[in-house]
């Protein structure tokens, strides 16, 4: 099952279980389009070098029972500038 982390490991920005700007790689590093299109070399992974795609939303109801995690995740990745919050 997926973590859901709740925010982008390189600017802060918090991304909602529900997020549809929310990307991932498969090791889970999570970091938000944003991010992905304007910081990240080649719109790869910073941390393992995989693709980063779309972040799927659980559904509600499988939310409320496998809930989201609230360990926020960021890394001080040369290329976010100082941008972590």
């Known amino acids: 099952m997926l973590e859901l982390r709740p925010n982008c490991e390189c600017c802060g920005k918090p991304l909602?279980?529900?997020?549809?700007d929310?990307?991932?790689?498969?090791f889970e590093c999570?970091?938000?389009?944003?991010?992905?299109?304007?910081?990240?070399?080649?719109?790869?992974?910073?941390?393992?070098?995989?693709?980063?795609v779309r972040r799927p939303i659980r559904p509600?109801?499988?939310l409320a029972q496998s809930p989201a995690s609230t360990v926020c995740v960021v890394k001080p990745h040369p290329?976010?500038?100082?941008q972590s919050s």
Not at 22 to 26: D, L, P, T
Not at 30 to 51: I, M, Q, S, Y
């Open 60 to 62: 509600a109801a499988k």
């Open 16 to 20: 909602a279980a529900d997020a549809r």
């Open 30 to 52: 999570t970091f938000c389009a944003d991010c992905v299109d304007k910081r990240l070399p080649g719109g790869l992974c910073p941390n393992c070098g995989g693709e980063l």
């Open 22 to 26: 929310a990307m991932i790689c498969s």
């Open 79 to 82: 290329f976010c500038d100082g």
